[in-house]
């Protein structure tokens, strides 16, 4: 992302001649992500890895459009400011938005968080997420493929898993329960976030307050129970198994 040619339509989309800088994040398993400094303004560039994607993957300028529409009614995700689609600029589709500062839950609490209680912070990523199920959802009513959403998820995840299935497993009987057992489809559909955690929130230091929700490549109009379930998924009690515990992500 550091070529002249990025660095010079940065630098024209902003209006400034100040000396462009781009760092990049290393935190984040998907999309990459940079940290872009021009004089005293600072944006962030979001762009897809390099190599084939599966499809529908990675898309920049679903994600930019989604934005685009949601943060009108929902502040809490970042403003998008230029989408770039351009090949002679860089090979790959990259936008640009406002940064969100704060401080991310991982593996350990940040020491400026860890004077809160744990259930204001768990309080507070619920509310947020049932703040973004109220939000206008004519604003991202493109998105939404119409009934059958969690129908879609199963067969979506069952589908890629079969690419990559290993010789000998034991998914066969995961992949009936879920297909046997889909819950009612009755709800009414609301924008939704589809990996909502910790890790995917910024809390203001020494505060349970969330000044921002990031990475929103798998956002879309679904059951938010789907949100719900995503977060209980992540979920670690004192009193789980300890192979629970090794694979806890935060």
């Known amino acids: 992302m550091n070529s002249n040619k990025v660095k010079n339509y940065i630098s024209t989309q902003l209006g400034t001649e100040a000396d462009i800088n781009i760092q990049a994040f290393k935190a984040g398993a998907s999309n990459l992500t940079y940290q872009v400094t021009a004089g005293k303004q600072t944006l962030i560039i979001r762009t897809s890895p390099p190599g084939t994607k599966a499809q529908g993957a990675h898309n920049m300028a679903r994600e930019f459009n989604w934005l685009s529409a949601l943060h009108p009614s929902y502040p809490l995700c970042p403003k998008p400011l230029f989408l770039c689609q ?33 259930h204001e912070l768990c309080q507070s990523l619920i509310k947020t997420q049932y703040q973004l199920h109220h939000s206008n959802s004519q604003a991202v009513q493109s998105f939404n493929k119409g009934p059958g959403y969690i129908e879609r998820q199963i067969s979506g995840w069952i589908n890629r898993y079969d690419m990559v299935r290993p010789k000998s497993d034991q998914a066969d009987a995961l992949m009936k329960w879920l297909q046997n057992n889909l819950p009612m489809d009755n ?32 956002a879309t109009v679904g059951d938010p129970l789907m949100d719900l379930g995503c977060s209980l998924a992540y979920w670690v009690e004192a009193n789980d198994s300890d192979a629970m515990k090794k694979v806890a992500m935060m």
Request: charged share 20%.
């Open 187 to 218: 709800r009414n559909y609301c924008p939704i976030h589809n990996d909502f955690k910790f890790d995917n929130v910024v809390f203001s230091p020494n505060s349970s307050a969330i000044t921002g929700v990031l990475d929103w490549e798998l």
């Open 86 to 118: 351009d090949k002679a600029v860089f090979e790959r589709d990259f936008y640009a938005m406002t940064p969100v500062t704060g401080d991310i839950i991982r593996q350990q609490v940040p020491s400026s968080l860890q004077n809160e209680q744990p």
